[in-house]
Protein backbone atom coordinates (compact mmCIF):
# COMPACT_ATOMS: atom_id res chain seq x y z
CA UNK A 1 0.00 0.00 0.00
CA UNK A 2 1.42 3.48 -1.18
CA UNK A 3 0.44 6.50 1.03
CA UNK A 4 0.61 9.98 -0.66
CA UNK A 5 0.22 13.37 1.71
CA UNK A 6 0.46 16.59 -0.18
CA UNK A 7 0.34 19.86 1.00
CA UNK A 8 1.33 23.64 0.24
CA UNK A 9 -1.77 24.42 -1.69
CA UNK A 10 -2.75 28.30 -0.90
CA UNK A 11 -4.64 31.40 -2.36
CA UNK A 12 -2.28 33.52 -4.38
CA UNK A 13 -2.34 36.30 -6.84
CA UNK A 14 -1.98 36.25 -10.40
CA UNK A 15 1.16 35.87 -11.18
CA UNK A 16 2.54 34.71 -7.80
CA UNK A 17 3.87 31.42 -7.18
CA UNK A 18 3.82 28.55 -4.71
CA UNK A 19 5.45 25.01 -4.05
CA UNK A 20 3.93 21.70 -3.37
CA UNK A 21 5.43 18.58 -1.88
CA UNK A 22 3.89 14.89 -1.88
CA UNK A 23 5.53 12.76 0.77
CA UNK A 24 5.22 9.05 -0.37
CA UNK A 25 4.78 6.33 2.48
CA UNK A 26 4.43 2.75 2.79
CA UNK A 27 4.99 -0.18 -0.01
CA UNK A 28 7.62 2.77 -2.20
CA UNK A 29 8.36 0.48 -4.93
CA UNK A 30 4.90 0.97 -6.41
CA UNK A 31 5.49 4.81 -6.14
CA UNK A 32 8.27 5.11 -8.18
CA UNK A 33 6.95 6.87 -11.02
CA UNK A 34 5.16 9.99 -9.85
CA UNK A 35 3.07 12.42 -11.24
CA UNK A 36 1.13 15.69 -10.15
CA UNK A 37 -2.63 16.20 -11.58
CA UNK A 38 -5.33 18.80 -11.33
CA UNK A 39 -8.97 19.19 -11.60
CA UNK A 40 -11.02 22.09 -11.18
CA UNK A 41 -14.78 22.12 -10.80
CA UNK A 42 -16.64 20.78 -13.59
CA UNK A 43 -13.66 19.87 -15.23
CA UNK A 44 -11.89 16.51 -15.89
CA UNK A 45 -8.89 15.74 -14.03
CA UNK A 46 -5.97 17.09 -16.14
CA UNK A 47 -2.31 15.66 -15.91
CA UNK A 48 0.15 18.35 -15.26
CA UNK A 49 3.58 16.94 -14.41
CA UNK A 50 5.56 13.56 -14.39
CA UNK A 51 8.83 12.15 -13.61
CA UNK A 52 10.37 9.02 -13.63
CA UNK A 53 12.55 7.16 -10.35
CA UNK A 54 15.70 8.38 -10.93
CA UNK A 55 14.51 12.13 -11.93
CA UNK A 56 16.27 12.37 -14.53
CA UNK A 57 13.50 12.53 -17.16
CA UNK A 58 10.61 15.26 -16.37
CA UNK A 59 7.67 15.56 -18.10
CA UNK A 60 5.26 18.85 -18.09
CA UNK A 61 1.83 19.40 -19.86
CA UNK A 62 1.59 22.26 -22.52
CA UNK A 63 -0.61 23.96 -20.35
CA UNK A 64 1.88 24.53 -17.67
CA UNK A 65 5.40 24.43 -19.67
CA UNK A 66 7.73 27.20 -18.83
CA UNK A 67 5.99 27.80 -15.61
CA UNK A 68 5.81 24.51 -13.08
CA UNK A 69 8.61 22.48 -12.78
CA UNK A 70 8.35 18.71 -11.26
CA UNK A 71 11.48 17.54 -8.97
CA UNK A 72 11.65 14.75 -6.87
CA UNK A 73 14.13 13.92 -3.54
CA UNK A 74 14.10 10.00 -3.29
CA UNK A 75 16.11 10.21 -0.02
CA UNK A 76 12.96 11.63 1.24
CA UNK A 77 10.39 9.66 -0.52
CA UNK A 78 9.16 13.19 -1.95
CA UNK A 79 7.87 15.04 -5.15
CA UNK A 80 7.55 18.71 -5.61
CA UNK A 81 5.40 20.90 -7.77
CA UNK A 82 6.80 24.67 -8.74
CA UNK A 83 4.17 26.54 -9.66
CA UNK A 84 5.22 30.28 -10.86
CA UNK A 85 3.34 32.85 -12.76
CA UNK A 86 0.02 31.41 -11.80
CA UNK A 87 -3.09 32.16 -13.51
CA UNK A 88 -6.61 32.13 -12.41
CA UNK A 89 -6.48 29.23 -14.81
CA UNK A 90 -4.31 27.37 -12.61
CA UNK A 91 -7.18 27.48 -9.90
CA UNK A 92 -7.63 23.13 -9.20
CA UNK A 93 -7.11 21.02 -6.84
CA UNK A 94 -3.98 19.31 -7.02
CA UNK A 95 -3.33 16.27 -6.79
CA UNK A 96 -0.08 13.91 -6.53
CA UNK A 97 -0.31 10.62 -8.39
CA UNK A 98 1.94 7.42 -8.40
CA UNK A 99 2.23 4.30 -9.38
CA UNK A 100 5.00 1.29 -10.23
CA UNK A 101 5.14 1.73 -13.83
CA UNK A 102 5.53 4.56 -16.06
CA UNK A 103 3.36 5.06 -18.66
CA UNK A 104 4.74 6.64 -21.97
CA UNK A 105 4.11 8.82 -24.62
CA UNK A 106 0.90 10.75 -24.08
CA UNK A 107 -0.48 8.29 -21.44
CA UNK A 108 1.73 9.72 -18.72
CA UNK A 109 -1.03 12.32 -18.26
CA UNK A 110 -3.93 9.98 -18.25
CA UNK A 111 -5.02 9.32 -14.24
CA UNK A 112 -6.14 5.63 -15.21
CA UNK A 113 -2.60 4.86 -15.46
CA UNK A 114 -1.88 5.89 -11.65
CA UNK A 115 -2.82 3.30 -8.95
CA UNK A 116 -2.10 5.31 -6.30
CA UNK A 117 -3.70 9.10 -5.12
CA UNK A 118 -3.47 11.68 -2.42
CA UNK A 119 -6.33 13.88 -0.93
CA UNK A 120 -5.22 16.67 -2.98
CA UNK A 121 -4.29 20.53 -1.98
CA UNK A 122 -6.39 23.12 -2.87
CA UNK A 123 -4.44 25.87 -5.12
CA UNK A 124 -6.77 29.45 -5.69
CA UNK A 125 -5.15 32.17 -7.98
CA UNK A 126 -7.19 35.42 -7.69
CA UNK A 127 -7.14 38.77 -7.36
Known amino acids: QVHLVESGGDSVMPGGTLTLSCIAS????????MAWFRQAPGKEREGVAT????????YVADSVKGRFIISRDSAKNTVYLQLASLRPEDTATYYC????????????????????WGQGTQVTVSS
Open 97 to 116: AADRHCPAGPSRYVATEYAH
Open 51 to 58: ITPDGNRR
Open 26 to 33: GDTDNSRC
